[in-house]
């Protein structure tokens, strides 16, 4: 197997198993060491996504445990059942508008943004058109030509999604622009800013395509130039 393909399956998922992708790894000790590599990284960023369980969430599932032991036996008054139900309301509203909220693509993207400055290529080469295409194969996806500068490839997470974000030199500064699988528990906004950053993003055929730049950078450009270049396999 050649350097291009080991790179582009284990790009697509560092904890393949695939035979052939294996033997690769033990014949070649740069391969190894590549894959562990990645697999460290991903890991890592698992690691940094990962929210931590309320503290008050025991409390919670014993109250909800209580609730339903209450309303099976109904030993009770009806105004105490109505009164279980109006509160178990109250609290699924405010849980399933906290989560969405948690789960905007365009508030992760702007929390990323303020790491983005100390991103650099993992791969410790010039960013060319075979490496990013390597990557976006992962997603069903290529580019037909290259995004003007891309200084940076590397995967990353959005809303616990396994994501690429690329970053773009411009004659506006640097740019970044994340392609994002499609999931139906996450809201993508059209667009999105914060004091620093603005954002925009597009839904396409397999992905949500995000481009974010400084406060006052014209995203329009870049977002046009991606959904011109940018191809999914049927």
Known sequence: MDELEFRRRVYANPDTTDRDVVEAAKSDPAKQAFWQELKAQDSALLDVMRVPVPEDMAHKLIWQQSANEFVRHRKRSRWYIAMAAS?????????????????????????????????????????????????????????????????????????????????????????????????????????????????EAVKMQRANILVVGDKDADLHPVMQEVKRKIQFSA
């Open 87 to 199: 509160v178990a309301f109250a609290v699924g509203i405010s849980f399933t508008l906290f989560n969405r909220a948690e789960v905007s693509l365009g508030n992760e993207a702007l929390v990323h943004m303020q790491y983005a400055s100390a991103e650099q290529s993992h791969s410790g080469l010039p960013v060319d058109l075979t490496q990013v295409n390597a990557k976006l194969a992962g997603f069903g996806a290529s580019l037909t030509d290259m995004l003007g500068n891309v200084k940076v490839a590397n995967y990353c997470h959005l809303s616990n999604v396994r994501s690429l974000h690329l970053i773009i030199e411009t004659d506006q500064g640097l740019m970044s622009v994340f392609v994002v699988p499609q999931r139906d528990d996450v809201l993508l906004p059209e667009a999105f800013s914060n004091d620093t950053y603005h954002g």
